[in-house]
Every structure is written in structure tokens, then in C-alpha cells.
């Protein structure tokens, strides 16, 4: 059975550069799995680092946006909408409150996850960040992990594997417990990337957390701007998991020619985002060091960030 799937991309201006040199390999390495892919823009400025170019790159956004729409078929965008009124339907669709903040204590995405979630028209949708490097088989893993995340009740989220895969089988990050080769098990999810049921997302509400008094969120209050906001939604989502015991899977895949894996950088220098297209080369013909393997922050012998400073 082929199941209708979802690809939802949130995109910001600040991250124009990024998205110049990523994001037609993020639609274009699933398309034939999916049923349609939506891109969810970024209506209102936030601070700090997350605010940084918006308005100088809104409108060249939106351009190469409707270049994309117009090559792809399947490919439809949006503005994210802060409104009352869909705040209030967002509010009701997930929380157990009837308002939600806009970003989290550090400025970063919070309700344009919801928002872009929320205007898919599937149950199934895989979710990406606009920073995100994938690799393995293209137009295979989603039908498969779909089939995975419907085989047992406490799944509420299945990834990709975090990382390429090692020769040991084994990642360079602690997990839960391990399910099987290259599959792993996770108490907590990440919004960077995820695939979802978004019925098994609905029947759990939500619980809005402030940023407890600690001295790291003291820290972000100042650089904030004075703000002392929520914790991010993927720490409210863990919590949610943490309580009714649901997991996340990480997974390679089902098998020979049906892989997939993501890379995420922790940092984005100008000329780390001017190398992605090589990086994605070097993806491609497996030419990766041994120390990336199972290891899912792009690594220093991947790309040098010291030599970038």
C-alpha cells in the first residue's frame, strides 16, 4: 500500500543563502515518494540571530520560491499566519491552551512549526529544516518508515538515521535502546527532522512550559531582548513523549537501496554554505570519513570550521 505523504519545509528569510544551495535537493531527493511538498515561509521577524538579513532577503525568497513551485508540480507554498483567529485553531489543535507564543525564549521557530504542520493534507508528513543534508537512496525510506511507524502504537516518531551509517552499527550519540541494525530508539524528539501521524500527534495535547530560572535561560533573557518566553516546542513535545511513554525511531532503513540519513550543522558559516553543493557530491559517492559515520553534526573532517573562522 501507498501511503499519501507530506514533505513540509519551513523556510526563513535569514536562511536565503542556505536555502539557495539546499533546497531543491531536500524536494527533489523524496518527490517521486510524495504526494506533495509544502513550503512554509516566515511571515514576521523575530530577534536576535534569528532575525538577521530578513528584510533584505524576503523578496528574493519568495522569488525563488515561485521558481520552485513552477518546476515542481507537487510543490505549493505559504505565509506562516499569526492571526488571532488561527492562532486560537492552532491553540485548540494541539494545546491544551487557547493562545500559543510565536517563538521560543531564544527567538527561534515555535508556532510556524504548528502552522506549517497544520496546512499539510495528509497524516503523514515528514518535516524538514532548511539546514538539513540528507543522503542515501533517493525516492526510497518514507513508504517503509511509514509502515515502521504503524507497527506499534508507542511509535510517534520515525527519523532518519542520524548520521551515515558505520561500519559497527553503532552512533556517536547516546540513545534509549536499539531495536535492530542501524535502528535506534529515542525518549525525546528533535524538530529538525521528524516523520509523523499526525493523528497519533493530535490525540496527545500539548502543555505550554515557561523557561524555568536557570542560568542558561538567564542568559538567553538578556540576549533576547528582556524576554522570558516558552521552552522550545520540541522540549515541550519530549516532555509530552516522556510522560506517555512514546518514541522515536531512528532508522537507516528497510534495506539494500532503501537508505536515508541526515547530516545537520551546527554552525553555517558563509563558506560552509558555499561548499554544500560539494558536500552533496561527496554524499552521493559515499566519500565520507570514518569519523562522520554514525556521528549526525556535520563533523570537522567533513568540513573544516576551524579553517572557515
Known amino acids: 500500500m501507498t501511503n ?28 517521486e515518494e510524495l504526494d506533495e511538498v509544502v513550503l512554509s515561509i516566515e511571515s514576521k521577524k523575530s530577534f536576535g540571530k534569528f532575525a538577521t538579513d530578513f528584510d533584505e532577503n524576503k523578496r528574493a525568497l519568495l522569488e525563488m520560491v515561485e521558481q520552485i513551485s513552477t518546476n515542481y508540480s507537487k510543490v505549493r507554498y505559504h505565509f506562516i499566519d499569526y492571526s488571532p483567529r488561527r492562532n486560537s485553531e492552532l491553540a485548540d489543535k494541539f494545546f491544551d491552551k487557547g493562545r500559543i507564543p510565536e517563538k521560543d525564549y531564544r527567538g527561534c521557530a515555535f508556532y510556524s512549526y504548528l502552522d506549517g504542520l497544520a496546512n499539510c493534507r495528509n497524516r503523514y508528513i515528514i518535516h524538514l ?14 513508504q517503509d518508515a511509514v509502515n515502521l511507524l504503524n507497527s506499534d502504537h508507542r511509535y510517534l516518531l520515525i527519523n532518519p538515521l542520524p548520521g551515515p551509517p558505520a561500519a559497527d552499527c553503532e552512533l556517536k550519540q ?22 509523523i501521524d499526525m493523528d497519533k500527534v493530535l490525540a496527545h495535547k500539548l502543555r505550554l512550559k515557561r523557561a524555568p530560572l536557570r542560568l542558561r535561560y538567564v542568559k538567553w533573557f538578556f540576549k533576547s531582548g528582556w524576554r522570558w518566553g516558552h521552552m522550545a516546542l520540541e522540549d515541550i513535545m519530549s516532555d ?11 532508522t537507516l532503513g528497510a534495506g539494500e537501496g532503501r537508505s536515508a540519513y541526515t547530516l545537520h550543522p551546527l554552525w553555517k558559516p558563509a563558506a560552509f554554505i558555499a561548499s554544500i553543493p560539494r558536500l552533496l ?6 566519500d565520507i570519513p570514518e569519523s562522520q559515520r554514525g556521528y549526525y553534526n556535520v563533523h570537522n573532517d ?8
Open 240 to 250: 509530552s513523549m516522556i510522560r506517555r511513554s512514546l518514541l522515536r525511531v531512528d
Open 281 to 286: 557530491e561527496k554524499i552521493d559517492r559515499n
Open 4 to 31: 499519501k505523504v507530506s514533505l513540509q519545509i519551513n523556510l526563513s528569510a535569514t536562511d536565503l543563502p542556505l536555502c539557495r544551495n539546499l533546497l531543491q535537493r531536500q524536494i527533489h531527493f523524496w518527490y
Open 174 to 195: 547516546k540513545y534509549y535502546s536499539k531495536a535492530g541494525p542501524y535502528k535506534f530508539i529515542f525518549t525525546k524528539m528533535s524538530t529538525r527532522v521528524f516523520l
Open 129 to 142: 529544516d532548511s539546514d538539513m543534508l540528507i543522503g542515501g537512496d533517493p525516492n526510497s525510506w518514507i
Open 302 to 309: 567533513f568540513f573544516n570550521f576551524e579553517l572557515a573562522k
